[in-house]
């Protein structure tokens, strides 16, 4: 059974940063697309970044492009998104989730595992 647990969320100033971590388990992610998502109140979830777990390739989101950084420790088995310079427009529950790789990787149904969630508050 695939387990996603986020951590590493809490309340931030404007300006500060936050690393978020994603422990998995359950299976082999090899060949996975592993990727960060997140949802503000009253809109859609939306794509933030994600990370291939065998090759380490990264797309980020225009959003967070230049200020954010989603790395892997595949000894770990555990994601994370570094986030600095953060924003109040940052604040949201962030959820990690996995698929295999392939196209569409920012669309949020094509992913099969999600975490519950780690929320993130930028006070301005």
């Known amino acids: 059974q695939v387990q996603l647990v986020e951590s590493g969320g809490g309340l931030v100033q404007a300006g500060g940063s936050l690393r978020l971590s994603c422990a998995a388990s359950g299976r082999t992610f090899i060949g996975y697309a592993m990727g960060w998502f997140r949802q503000a109140p009253g809109k859609k979830l939306e794509f933030v970044a994600v990370?291939?777990?065998?090759?380490?390739?990264?797309y980020y989101a225009e959003s967070v492009t230049g200020r954010s950084t989603i790395s892997r420790d595949t000894a770990k088995n555990t994601m994370y998104l570094q986030m600095n310079n953060l924003k109040p427009e940052d604040t949201a529950v962030y959820y990690c989730a996995a698929r295999p790789w392939g196209s569409g990787l920012n669309e949020v149904e094509r992913y099969d595992y999600w975490g519950q969630g780690t929320q993130v508050t930028v006070s301005s």
């Open positions: 990370i291939g777990w065998s090759g380490g390739r990264t």
